[in-house]
């Protein structure tokens, strides 16, 4: 899947850098990239207002260096030569989320990300671009029977350190800043595209490789998203969450 979101940034940055500069067109650049992020929309039933087109564009010439959020690793399982899966524990910090409950996964995390785009680039207390972070995380959880998901989706955006002491406050009032505590996470990492379908795939599979435990919550899980769907194997983690100590 190729959704609207914190991995559509780096393919289009590449475009932009490759085309844009030649003819010095900012209105060509422009509707070039909302045409190219309108499809995208469009592959998962989400359509795409006309006044993202400057977000798109700030944010694709921003794309270059996106802040990490801070983690300390604690331990990392390797089998085969490869890390199989590792402990992670993130501080806390403060957060701009989204709630939404669409029908379609990809359209709660497509319609959440296109708020928190506005909100990053000027739709803030302090009027300017303020800077992406990575991973953008999706906070799911499986219905009862464990066979699906259910439709509300938490989309959330560290916000950059500079920021943390005073968050911009956002124009949107179904963005919240969320003062998230410490959290320490099992993770690992696949690749390709992330759907419902293989979003509870990947989660099946790594409770195959982690073995009965009861050490994580079962039920709530985090996709964190951190590449350009142009890129055919994608990275993207699944964490599970360690139950407080």
Request: charged share 25%; proline share 6%; glycine share 8%.
């Amino acid at each position: 899947m190729a959704r609207i979101g914190l991995e559509d940034l780096e393919g289009l940055g590449e475009e932009s850098a490759a085309g844009g500069g030649e003819d010095g067109d900012e209105e060509r650049e422009r509707a070039r990239l909302f045409a190219r992020w309108e499809a995208v929309a469009n592959t998962h039933r989400v359509s795409l207002p006309r006044d993202m087109a400057g977000p798109i564009l700030q944010m694709t010439r921003h794309s270059q260096a996106p802040e990490a959020v801070p983690f300390v690793t604690l331990s990392r399982q390797v089998k085969c030569e490869e890390a199989a899966y590792e402990e992670r524990r993130y501080p806390a910090g403060k957060w701009a989320c989204v709630t939404k409950g669409e029908p379609m996964y990809e359209q709660s995390i497509s319609m959440s990300f296109m708020k928190l785009m506005r909100y990053i680039c000027q739709d803030n207390s302090v009027g300017r671009y303020l800077g992406m972070t990575v991973p953008v995380l999706n906070e799911i959880h499986l219905t009862k029977e464990g066979t699906g998901l259910e439709r509300e989706v938490i989309t959330a955006y560290y916000l950059p350190g500079q920021f943390q002491q005073n968050p911009p406050v956002p124009t949107d009032p179904e963005i919240h800043i969320t003062e998230r505590s410490p959290l320490r996470v099992i993770t690992r990492v696949f690749y390709g595209v992330t759907t419902e379908e293989t979003i509870l795939r990947e989660i099946s599979l790594f409770w195959e490789l982690l073995g009965s435990t009861d050490s994580v919550l079962q039920g709530t899980y985090i996709v964190a998203a951190y590449q350009n769907p142009s890129v055919p194997r994608r990275r993207n983690e699944i964490w599970f969450i360690c139950r407080a100590e």
